[in-house]
Protein backbone atom coordinates (compact mmCIF):
# COMPACT_ATOMS: atom_id res chain seq x y z
CA UNK A 1 0.00 0.00 0.00
CA UNK A 2 1.40 3.30 -1.22
CA UNK A 3 0.44 6.01 0.90
CA UNK A 4 1.46 9.77 0.21
CA UNK A 5 0.07 13.52 1.38
CA UNK A 6 -0.58 15.53 -1.54
CA UNK A 7 -1.87 18.70 0.54
CA UNK A 8 -1.60 19.14 4.18
CA UNK A 9 -2.54 22.42 6.18
CA UNK A 10 -2.13 23.48 9.77
CA UNK A 11 -4.44 25.11 11.95
CA UNK A 12 -4.31 26.27 15.51
CA UNK A 13 -7.14 26.54 17.65
CA UNK A 14 -5.84 30.29 18.61
CA UNK A 15 -8.64 30.45 21.69
CA UNK A 16 -6.62 28.10 23.66
CA UNK A 17 -3.53 30.30 23.39
CA UNK A 18 -4.93 32.81 24.95
CA UNK A 19 -2.89 33.63 28.63
CA UNK A 20 -6.63 33.76 29.82
CA UNK A 21 -7.17 30.63 29.03
CA UNK A 22 -4.21 29.52 30.34
CA UNK A 23 -4.02 30.66 33.62
CA UNK A 24 -7.80 29.04 33.69
CA UNK A 25 -6.15 25.89 33.25
CA UNK A 26 -7.95 25.09 30.32
CA UNK A 27 -6.27 22.33 28.07
CA UNK A 28 -4.38 23.41 24.43
CA UNK A 29 -5.99 21.67 21.56
CA UNK A 30 -4.55 21.26 17.83
CA UNK A 31 -6.59 21.11 14.94
CA UNK A 32 -4.81 19.18 11.70
CA UNK A 33 -5.87 18.61 8.55
CA UNK A 34 -4.66 17.16 5.37
CA UNK A 35 -5.79 15.18 2.47
CA UNK A 36 -4.15 11.89 1.87
CA UNK A 37 -3.87 9.70 -1.03
CA UNK A 38 -3.81 6.04 -1.36
CA UNK A 39 -2.42 4.33 -4.52
CA UNK A 40 -2.90 7.93 -6.25
CA UNK A 41 -6.33 8.05 -5.50
CA UNK A 42 -7.52 10.46 -2.19
CA UNK A 43 -8.11 7.73 1.10
CA UNK A 44 -11.55 7.08 1.87
CA UNK A 45 -12.95 5.10 4.56
CA UNK A 46 -11.91 4.23 8.58
CA UNK A 47 -7.99 4.65 9.20
CA UNK A 48 -5.97 4.74 12.51
CA UNK A 49 -3.62 7.80 13.04
CA UNK A 50 -1.00 8.36 15.73
CA UNK A 51 0.84 12.39 15.35
CA UNK A 52 4.39 12.58 16.63
CA UNK A 53 5.96 15.94 17.28
CA UNK A 54 9.91 16.74 16.93
CA UNK A 55 11.96 19.14 17.27
CA UNK A 56 13.82 18.36 14.28
CA UNK A 57 12.69 17.92 10.61
CA UNK A 58 14.21 14.22 10.77
CA UNK A 59 15.93 12.28 13.14
CA UNK A 60 15.95 12.69 16.91
CA UNK A 61 13.28 11.47 19.31
CA UNK A 62 9.58 12.70 19.74
CA UNK A 63 8.46 15.52 22.17
CA UNK A 64 5.11 14.52 22.20
CA UNK A 65 2.98 10.96 20.64
CA UNK A 66 -1.15 11.25 20.42
CA UNK A 67 -2.66 8.82 21.42
CA UNK A 68 -4.39 6.98 18.08
CA UNK A 69 -6.94 8.29 17.03
CA UNK A 70 -9.28 6.54 14.53
CA UNK A 71 -10.94 8.76 11.69
CA UNK A 72 -13.28 8.55 8.96
CA UNK A 73 -12.07 9.80 5.69
CA UNK A 74 -13.71 11.63 2.29
CA UNK A 75 -12.36 12.35 -0.72
CA UNK A 76 -9.02 11.97 0.95
CA UNK A 77 -9.59 14.68 3.81
CA UNK A 78 -9.01 14.01 6.87
CA UNK A 79 -9.17 16.10 10.30
CA UNK A 80 -7.85 15.40 13.79
CA UNK A 81 -7.99 16.96 17.30
CA UNK A 82 -4.16 17.22 18.57
CA UNK A 83 -4.26 17.17 22.68
CA UNK A 84 -4.46 13.78 24.78
CA UNK A 85 -0.67 11.92 24.56
CA UNK A 86 2.29 11.24 26.47
CA UNK A 87 4.42 11.87 27.88
CA UNK A 88 1.61 14.39 28.92
CA UNK A 89 -1.14 16.19 27.42
CA UNK A 90 -0.16 18.49 24.87
CA UNK A 91 1.03 21.97 26.64
CA UNK A 92 2.42 25.00 25.92
CA UNK A 93 5.71 23.49 27.41
CA UNK A 94 6.33 21.44 23.83
CA UNK A 95 6.18 24.38 21.74
CA UNK A 96 9.63 26.19 23.09
CA UNK A 97 11.27 26.46 19.69
CA UNK A 98 11.15 24.61 16.26
CA UNK A 99 8.43 21.74 15.84
CA UNK A 100 7.66 19.29 13.02
CA UNK A 101 4.89 17.03 13.05
CA UNK A 102 4.97 13.15 11.73
CA UNK A 103 2.09 11.08 11.04
CA UNK A 104 1.75 6.91 11.26
CA UNK A 105 -1.12 5.77 9.24
CA UNK A 106 -2.40 2.03 10.04
CA UNK A 107 0.44 1.54 11.46
CA UNK A 108 2.66 2.72 7.97
CA UNK A 109 5.07 6.16 8.47
CA UNK A 110 4.58 9.27 6.59
CA UNK A 111 7.27 11.30 5.33
CA UNK A 112 8.22 13.87 5.21
CA UNK A 113 7.75 15.50 8.95
CA UNK A 114 5.24 19.20 8.78
CA UNK A 115 6.83 21.99 10.35
CA UNK A 116 4.44 23.60 12.39
CA UNK A 117 3.95 27.37 12.35
CA UNK A 118 2.23 30.16 13.95
CA UNK A 119 -1.38 31.51 14.03
CA UNK A 120 -1.76 35.03 14.75
CA UNK A 121 -2.83 35.15 17.95
CA UNK A 122 -0.06 32.53 18.61
CA UNK A 123 2.69 35.15 17.63
CA UNK A 124 0.65 38.01 19.66
CA UNK A 125 0.75 35.58 22.64
CA UNK A 126 4.54 34.83 22.07
CA UNK A 127 5.15 38.74 22.43
CA UNK A 128 3.99 38.72 25.92
CA UNK A 129 6.89 37.23 27.65
CA UNK A 130 6.38 36.01 31.33
CA UNK A 131 7.97 38.95 32.89
CA UNK A 132 6.34 41.31 30.74
CA UNK A 133 6.67 45.05 32.33
CA UNK A 134 3.35 47.28 31.97
CA UNK A 135 3.86 50.96 31.82
CA UNK A 136 2.11 52.58 34.75
CA UNK A 137 0.24 54.49 31.99
CA UNK A 138 -1.34 51.25 30.88
CA UNK A 139 -2.71 50.70 34.47
CA UNK A 140 -5.83 52.75 34.67
CA UNK A 141 -8.07 52.71 38.22
CA UNK A 142 -10.59 50.60 35.80
CA UNK A 143 -8.67 48.76 34.19
CA UNK A 144 -8.05 46.33 37.37
CA UNK A 145 -10.70 44.37 38.73
CA UNK A 146 -11.80 43.50 42.34
CA UNK A 147 -9.12 40.61 42.35
CA UNK A 148 -6.25 43.33 41.69
CA UNK A 149 -3.20 41.87 40.77
CA UNK A 150 -2.06 37.87 41.01
CA UNK A 151 1.56 37.22 40.86
CA UNK A 152 3.19 34.25 40.78
CA UNK A 153 6.26 33.56 42.95
CA UNK A 154 7.91 32.66 39.97
CA UNK A 155 7.53 36.24 38.51
CA UNK A 156 8.83 38.01 41.35
CA UNK A 157 11.92 37.96 40.52
CA UNK A 158 15.17 40.46 42.05
CA UNK A 159 14.58 43.47 41.65
CA UNK A 160 11.33 43.68 39.78
CA UNK A 161 10.13 45.97 43.11
CA UNK A 162 12.03 49.10 43.19
CA UNK A 163 12.98 50.06 46.35
CA UNK A 164 9.17 51.30 47.22
CA UNK A 165 7.80 47.82 46.91
CA UNK A 166 4.00 47.94 46.51
CA UNK A 167 1.89 49.93 48.30
CA UNK A 168 -1.71 49.32 48.90
CA UNK A 169 -4.64 51.72 49.72
CA UNK A 170 -6.65 50.98 52.77
CA UNK A 171 -9.54 51.09 49.94
CA UNK A 172 -7.75 48.41 47.93
CA UNK A 173 -7.27 45.95 50.68
CA UNK A 174 -11.06 45.30 51.49
CA UNK A 175 -12.55 42.80 53.88
CA UNK A 176 -12.01 39.71 52.30
CA UNK A 177 -9.64 40.81 49.84
CA UNK A 178 -6.94 38.78 51.17
CA UNK A 179 -7.51 35.01 51.68
CA UNK A 180 -6.16 33.53 55.11
CA UNK A 181 -2.69 33.48 53.45
CA UNK A 182 -2.98 37.61 53.90
CA UNK A 183 0.06 39.07 52.44
CA UNK A 184 3.44 36.72 52.12
CA UNK A 185 6.34 38.98 52.38
CA UNK A 186 9.99 37.56 51.99
CA UNK A 187 12.87 38.28 54.25
CA UNK A 188 14.46 40.91 51.78
CA UNK A 189 11.59 42.88 51.90
CA UNK A 190 12.31 43.94 55.78
CA UNK A 191 16.00 45.64 54.81
CA UNK A 192 15.42 48.97 55.65
CA UNK A 193 11.20 48.92 56.18
CA UNK A 194 10.59 47.42 59.31
CA UNK A 195 13.31 48.88 61.80
CA UNK A 196 12.37 52.70 62.35
CA UNK A 197 13.22 54.47 65.45
CA UNK A 198 10.03 55.32 65.72
CA UNK A 199 8.45 52.03 65.24
CA UNK A 200 7.14 50.44 67.91
CA UNK A 201 8.09 46.59 66.82
CA UNK A 202 11.07 46.51 65.06
CA UNK A 203 12.71 43.88 62.95
CA UNK A 204 15.62 42.89 61.09
CA UNK A 205 16.55 42.33 57.73
CA UNK A 206 15.18 38.27 58.15
CA UNK A 207 12.15 39.73 59.49
CA UNK A 208 12.71 38.42 63.13
CA UNK A 209 12.86 40.56 66.45
CA UNK A 210 16.92 41.39 67.24
CA UNK A 211 18.45 40.39 69.99
CA UNK A 212 19.15 44.14 71.00
CA UNK A 213 14.67 44.24 71.22
CA UNK A 214 15.01 41.33 73.80
CA UNK A 215 17.67 42.58 76.10
CA UNK A 216 16.04 43.75 79.90
CA UNK A 217 17.07 46.91 80.61
CA UNK A 218 15.19 46.97 83.79
CA UNK A 219 16.95 46.04 87.21
CA UNK A 220 17.48 41.78 87.10
CA UNK A 221 16.33 39.72 89.59
CA UNK A 222 18.05 36.77 89.56
CA UNK A 223 17.17 33.56 91.81
CA UNK A 224 19.99 32.75 94.48
CA UNK A 225 20.50 30.32 97.43
CA UNK A 226 21.96 32.47 99.93
CA UNK A 227 20.40 32.32 103.64
CA UNK A 228 20.03 36.67 103.29
CA UNK A 229 17.68 36.46 100.49
CA UNK A 230 14.51 36.11 102.93
CA UNK A 231 10.62 37.20 102.60
CA UNK A 232 11.33 40.18 104.22
CA UNK A 233 13.33 41.40 101.66
CA UNK A 234 10.67 40.68 98.64
CA UNK A 235 8.40 42.78 100.70
CA UNK A 236 11.03 45.33 100.50
CA UNK A 237 10.85 45.20 96.30
CA UNK A 238 7.27 46.00 96.30
CA UNK A 239 7.81 48.60 98.71
CA UNK A 240 10.55 50.03 96.58
CA UNK A 241 9.19 50.00 92.88
CA UNK A 242 5.30 49.69 93.60
CA UNK A 243 5.57 46.24 90.90
CA UNK A 244 2.95 44.41 93.04
CA UNK A 245 2.88 41.39 95.02
CA UNK A 246 6.31 39.62 94.58
CA UNK A 247 5.67 37.26 97.40
CA UNK A 248 2.74 36.01 95.88
CA UNK A 249 4.65 35.96 92.40
CA UNK A 250 6.71 33.65 93.59
CA UNK A 251 10.17 35.05 94.03
CA UNK A 252 12.45 32.28 95.33
CA UNK A 253 13.65 32.59 98.73
CA UNK A 254 16.09 30.63 100.50
CA UNK A 255 13.57 28.13 102.62
CA UNK A 256 11.63 27.36 98.50
CA UNK A 257 15.40 26.80 97.02
CA UNK A 258 16.51 24.60 99.16
CA UNK A 259 13.02 22.29 98.24
CA UNK A 260 13.92 22.73 94.38
CA UNK A 261 17.33 21.21 95.55
CA UNK A 262 15.59 18.09 97.19
CA UNK A 263 13.34 17.69 94.62
CA UNK A 264 16.01 17.54 91.98
CA UNK A 265 17.74 15.31 94.30
CA UNK A 266 14.86 13.13 94.37
CA UNK A 267 14.05 12.97 90.74
CA UNK A 268 18.38 12.30 89.93
CA UNK A 269 17.69 9.21 91.94
CA UNK A 270 15.89 7.58 89.51
CA UNK A 271 17.99 8.28 86.18
CA UNK A 272 19.87 5.56 84.12
CA UNK A 273 23.59 5.88 84.88
CA UNK A 274 26.47 5.07 82.60
CA UNK A 275 30.25 3.92 82.81
CA UNK A 276 31.45 2.71 85.85
CA UNK A 277 30.15 3.60 89.52
CA UNK A 278 31.45 3.91 92.73
CA UNK A 279 29.49 3.68 95.41
CA UNK A 280 30.35 4.98 99.37
CA UNK A 281 27.59 3.55 100.43
CA UNK A 282 25.09 0.99 100.64
CA UNK A 283 23.29 -0.46 97.37
CA UNK A 284 19.53 -1.02 97.72
CA UNK A 285 18.01 -3.04 94.48
CA UNK A 286 13.99 -3.68 94.01
CA UNK A 287 12.49 -6.59 95.39
CA UNK A 288 8.96 -7.75 94.00
CA UNK A 289 7.08 -10.86 95.21
CA UNK A 290 5.22 -12.94 92.79
CA UNK A 291 2.68 -15.75 92.86
CA UNK A 292 1.46 -16.05 88.76
CA UNK A 293 2.87 -16.09 85.72
CA UNK A 294 3.98 -13.08 84.16
CA UNK A 295 6.84 -10.78 82.45
CA UNK A 296 9.91 -9.36 83.96
CA UNK A 297 10.00 -6.08 83.58
CA UNK A 298 12.60 -3.37 83.28
CA UNK A 299 11.83 -2.17 86.58
CA UNK A 300 12.31 -5.09 88.22
CA UNK A 301 15.99 -6.55 89.73
CA UNK A 302 14.84 -9.07 92.93
CA UNK A 303 12.15 -11.53 91.95
CA UNK A 304 11.11 -13.74 94.94
CA UNK A 305 8.44 -16.25 93.41
CA UNK A 306 5.91 -18.13 95.16
CA UNK A 307 4.75 -21.20 93.94
CA UNK A 308 2.86 -22.89 96.83
CA UNK A 309 -0.39 -22.53 94.18
CA UNK A 310 0.85 -23.82 90.81
CA UNK A 311 3.91 -24.41 88.51
CA UNK A 312 4.10 -20.17 87.39
CA UNK A 313 6.02 -18.86 84.52
CA UNK A 314 8.35 -16.06 84.84
CA UNK A 315 9.07 -14.53 81.00
CA UNK A 316 12.27 -12.52 80.71
CA UNK A 317 12.28 -9.29 78.42
CA UNK A 318 14.24 -9.61 75.20
CA UNK A 319 18.20 -9.55 75.63
CA UNK A 320 18.57 -7.19 72.69
CA UNK A 321 18.76 -3.76 74.00
CA UNK A 322 19.76 -4.36 77.74
CA UNK A 323 23.25 -5.76 77.86
CA UNK A 324 24.41 -5.61 80.89
CA UNK A 325 21.12 -6.01 82.96
CA UNK A 326 20.80 -8.76 85.73
CA UNK A 327 18.13 -10.55 87.43
CA UNK A 328 17.66 -12.54 90.29
CA UNK A 329 15.16 -15.02 90.86
CA UNK A 330 14.50 -17.34 94.04
CA UNK A 331 11.90 -20.01 94.35
CA UNK A 332 10.15 -19.29 98.13
CA UNK A 333 7.46 -22.55 98.09
CA UNK A 334 8.65 -25.92 98.81
CA UNK A 335 6.08 -27.31 95.62
CA UNK A 336 5.78 -26.99 91.97
CA UNK A 337 8.01 -25.51 89.90
CA UNK A 338 8.77 -21.73 89.18
CA UNK A 339 9.98 -21.67 85.23
CA UNK A 340 11.98 -19.01 83.62
CA UNK A 341 11.55 -18.48 79.80
CA UNK A 342 13.60 -16.34 77.93
CA UNK A 343 11.79 -14.38 74.13
CA UNK A 344 11.05 -16.81 71.48
CA UNK A 345 14.54 -17.18 69.73
CA UNK A 346 16.57 -16.35 72.39
CA UNK A 347 18.35 -18.56 75.18
CA UNK A 348 19.61 -18.72 78.66
CA UNK A 349 23.10 -20.27 78.50
CA UNK A 350 22.39 -21.70 75.06
CA UNK A 351 20.37 -24.67 76.49
CA UNK A 352 16.92 -23.08 77.64
CA UNK A 353 14.74 -21.64 75.47
CA UNK A 354 10.68 -20.79 74.21
CA UNK A 355 10.86 -22.08 71.50
CA UNK A 356 7.24 -23.29 70.21
CA UNK A 357 7.56 -27.56 69.59
CA UNK A 358 10.91 -27.19 71.72
CA UNK A 359 10.36 -25.45 75.02
CA UNK A 360 12.75 -25.82 77.12
CA UNK A 361 12.38 -23.52 80.09
CA UNK A 362 15.15 -23.10 82.78
CA UNK A 363 13.33 -24.75 86.01
CA UNK A 364 13.47 -24.00 89.90
CA UNK A 365 12.43 -27.44 91.17
CA UNK A 366 13.97 -28.83 94.12
CA UNK A 367 11.64 -30.10 96.64
CA UNK A 368 12.63 -28.61 99.59
CA UNK A 369 12.13 -24.79 97.89
CA UNK A 370 15.12 -21.70 98.41
CA UNK A 371 16.35 -22.55 94.60
CA UNK A 372 17.77 -19.33 93.46
CA UNK A 373 19.59 -18.01 90.04
CA UNK A 374 21.07 -14.89 88.72
CA UNK A 375 21.19 -14.38 85.34
CA UNK A 376 22.38 -11.45 83.79
CA UNK A 377 22.29 -10.24 79.12
CA UNK A 378 24.93 -10.16 76.97
CA UNK A 379 22.87 -7.74 74.83
CA UNK A 380 21.61 -11.20 72.69
CA UNK A 381 20.89 -13.94 74.93
CA UNK A 382 20.80 -14.66 78.54
CA UNK A 383 23.06 -16.30 80.61
CA UNK A 384 23.52 -17.87 84.20
CA UNK A 385 25.98 -16.15 86.51
CA UNK A 386 25.22 -18.17 89.43
CA UNK A 387 22.75 -20.31 90.65
CA UNK A 388 21.81 -22.46 94.09
CA UNK A 389 19.93 -25.30 94.35
CA UNK A 390 19.96 -26.66 98.06
CA UNK A 391 21.39 -30.41 98.88
CA UNK A 392 18.86 -32.94 99.66
CA UNK A 393 17.86 -33.02 102.97
CA UNK A 394 19.77 -36.28 105.27
Known sequence: MKIKIKSLTLALVCAALL?????????????????????????????????????????GS??????????DLAGGVFSAVLSAGSPADLSTATFSGPRYVAMTVDGVPLSPRQEMVSAPYAMVAQALAPDAVLPPAQLLAASVTDYHVLLSTAAIGSGKFGDARVSLSTAAV????????????????????????????QLDGAGKLPASALTETDPLFVVSASSLVVSGDIANWDAAYAWGDHAAAGYETAAAHSASLTAYAALAATQTFSGVNT???????PIRSVSASGPVTDSDHTLLANSAGGDITLSLPSAVGRAGRIYAVKKTAVANNVLIAPQIGQTIDSVYNSNPGFENPLRLNSVD????????????NWFILSSYSPPPPL
Open 369 to 380: GWDSVMLQSDGG
Open 62 to 71: PLWTSAPQAL
Open 174 to 201: ASGRFGDDRVLITTGAFTGGFNGGDQLV
Open 279 to 285: FSGGVSM
Open 19 to 59: PAALSAGAPLKINFQGRLDEGGQPAAGAKTFVFEIYDAASG
